[in-house]
């Protein structure tokens, strides 16, 4: 029954905090309150009052602090008005027509606002208070300013909100359709690829059934490695050469020394990220392009750059008819992935007879775009 009842007091709070929650213009408006109401009092009462406002601490504290309380009231007052008129004028092109019937409005109320207020400390009587023109008329204008800057500030403000929010929503979708793209792009298992592995292993089980049980294990790490990996947007160097090492195997026993793949990777290196299955696209394609015999070798170098980038080479010794016609598909989604990623590939084929692949490396997740 306690608990009954203390669920029914806290929902009851609940609501009660809901209904006292003022509509806000931008979101800021009871931090600007908070910090213009006191300011606000004390040079309008300082205009108004003259020297009599400091020549007696207690009508100091009494007159600064009726007047907080009424601005405070006038305050959330305009923020209703103010609210109200963004939701009748809510289009850019009434921007200005919203802006000059909150200021004008706002000057009139500031006018009655101060003129009732001081007529009431003349009413009361309490020190001896008596209304003058010409005090209002210094207050009034004090107070006029304060208004057009504090509507310029809140309209500003709230413009900002909107525009940070509106960023914040572009940012998100730009990631998003990035993102769709990046996946769009994930490396697919290639059915010539593996064609020819189970022609490999078909020929190998005749030949060497110990060799053709190596050869299925590492065909097995392979394609467990592209499935593995296929939801993933970066692997470590070194996990991607594990993986390569692999990848090689299969390859050696289909070209034999007709293929070499060279390595000068240092330990640190190996730390930095990259793409999965960067450098199965690029061997691939060099492989898919190029004559590979044990006469004329397809030569691949993977070396560290002087940029701490990956530098990936071969040797240029094309076939004069590919096996698809669409070769250079898999390196231009490799190409694209990296855009994506805010990471351009460089591809130089100036060199003549060799192909230069510049590869960046991240050393963390934050550097790239998404």
């Given at each position: 029954?306690a608990?009954?009842?203390k669920?029914?007091?806290?929902?009851?709070s609940?609501l009660?905090?809901?209904?006292l929650q003022?509509?806000q213009?931008?979101g800021?408006d009871n931090?600007?309150?908070v910090?213009?109401?006191?300011?606000?009092?004390?040079?309008?009462?300082?205009?108004f009052?003259?020297?009599?406002?400091?020549?007696?601490?207690?009508?100091?504290?009494?007159?600064?602090?009726v007047?907080?309380?009424?601005?405070?009231?006038f305050?959330?007052a305009?923020?209703l008005?103010?609210?109200?008129?963004?939701?009748?004028?809510?289009?850019?092109?009434?921007?200005?027509?919203?802006?000059?019937?909150?200021?004008?409005?706002?000057l009139?109320m500031?006018?009655?606002?101060?003129?009732?207020?001081?007529?009431?400390?003349e009413?009361?009587g309490?020190?001896?208070v008596?209304?003058?023109?010409?005090g209002?008329?210094?207050?009034y204008?004090?107070?006029?300013?304060?208004?057009?800057?504090?509507?310029?500030?809140?309209?500003?403000?709230?413009?900002?909100?909107?525009?940070?929010a509106?960023?914040?929503e572009?940012?998100?979708i730009?990631a998003?359709?990035?993102?769709?793209?990046?996946?769009?792009?994930?490396?697919?298992v290639?059915?010539?690829?593996?064609?020819?592995?189970l022609n490999?292993?078909?020929?190998?089980?005749?030949?060497?059934?110990?060799?053709?049980?190596?050869?299925?294990d590492?065909?097995?790490?392979?394609?467990?490695?592209?499935?593995?990996?296929?939801e993933e947007?970066?692997v470590?160097?070194e996990?991607?050469?594990?993986?390569?090492?692999?990848?090689l195997?299969?390859?050696?026993?289909r070209?034999g020394?007709?293929?070499?793949?060279?390595?000068d990777?240092?330990?640190?290196?190996?730390?930095?990220?990259l793409?999965?299955?960067t450098?199965?696209?690029?061997?691939?394609?060099?492989?898919?392009?190029?004559?590979?015999?044990?006469?004329?070798?397809?030569?691949?170098?993977?070396t560290?750059?002087?940029?701490?980038?990956?530098?990936?080479?071969?040797n240029?010794?094309?076939?004069?008819?590919t096996?698809?016609?669409?070769?250079?598909?898999?390196?231009?989604?490799?190409?694209k992935?990296?855009e994506?990623l805010g990471?351009?590939?460089?591809?130089n084929?100036?060199h003549g007879a060799?192909?230069?692949?510049?590869?960046?490396?991240?050393?963390?997740?934050?550097?790239a775009?998404?």
């Amino acid at each position: 029954m306690a608990t009954d009842e203390k669920a029914i007091s806290i929902k009851h709070s609940n609501l009660y905090a809901m209904k006292l929650q003022l509509p806000q213009y931008n979101g800021k408006d009871n931090l600007v309150m908070v910090l213009v109401v006191l300011p606000v009092a004390l040079i309008v009462n300082s205009l108004f009052f003259g020297t009599q406002y400091f020549r007696s601490g207690a009508f100091f504290l009494y007159a600064t602090s009726v007047t907080c309380l009424g601005f405070t009231i006038f305050f959330i007052a305009c923020g209703l008005i103010a609210v109200s008129l963004k939701k009748h004028y809510p289009h850019e092109r009434q921007l200005i027509k919203r802006i000059s019937i909150v200021i004008a409005t706002f000057l009139l109320m500031s006018g009655l606002f101060m003129y009732f207020l001081f007529k009431g400390y003349e009413a009361v009587g309490f020190f001896g208070v008596k209304f003058h023109e010409t005090g209002f008329i210094w207050s009034y204008f004090a107070m006029g300013i304060t208004n057009i800057f504090l509507t310029l500030l809140m309209e500003g403000i709230a413009r900002y909100r909107d525009w940070k929010a509106s960023m914040q929503e572009t940012e998100k979708i730009n990631a998003a359709y990035k993102q769709s793209q990046l996946n769009g792009l994930k490396s697919q298992v290639n059915p010539h690829f593996l064609f020819n592995s189970l022609n490999s292993l078909s020929s190998l089980i005749q030949e060497d059934e110990e060799k053709a049980e190596k050869f299925l294990d590492e065909m097995s790490k392979v394609y467990r490695y592209m499935l593995r990996n296929e939801e993933e947007q970066l692997v470590t160097l070194e996990t991607e050469l594990k993986f390569l090492s692999a990848y090689l195997h299969l390859l050696t026993a289909r070209y034999g020394n007709g293929l070499q793949v060279k390595f000068d990777i240092t330990e640190t290196q190996k730390n930095t990220l990259l793409a999965p299955l960067t450098l199965q696209v690029i061997i691939e394609n060099a492989f898919t392009q190029n004559i590979i015999s044990k006469a004329s070798p397809l030569v691949v170098e993977i070396t560290e750059g002087e940029n701490g980038n990956l530098i990936v080479k071969n040797n240029i010794q094309p076939k004069a008819v590919t096996d698809t016609l669409d070769f250079e598909a898999g390196l231009d989604n490799l190409v694209k992935k990296y855009e994506l990623l805010g990471k351009p590939i460089i591809i130089n084929d100036n060199h003549g007879a060799q192909r230069i692949i510049n590869i960046p490396l991240i050393t963390n997740k934050e550097e790239a775009m998404i």
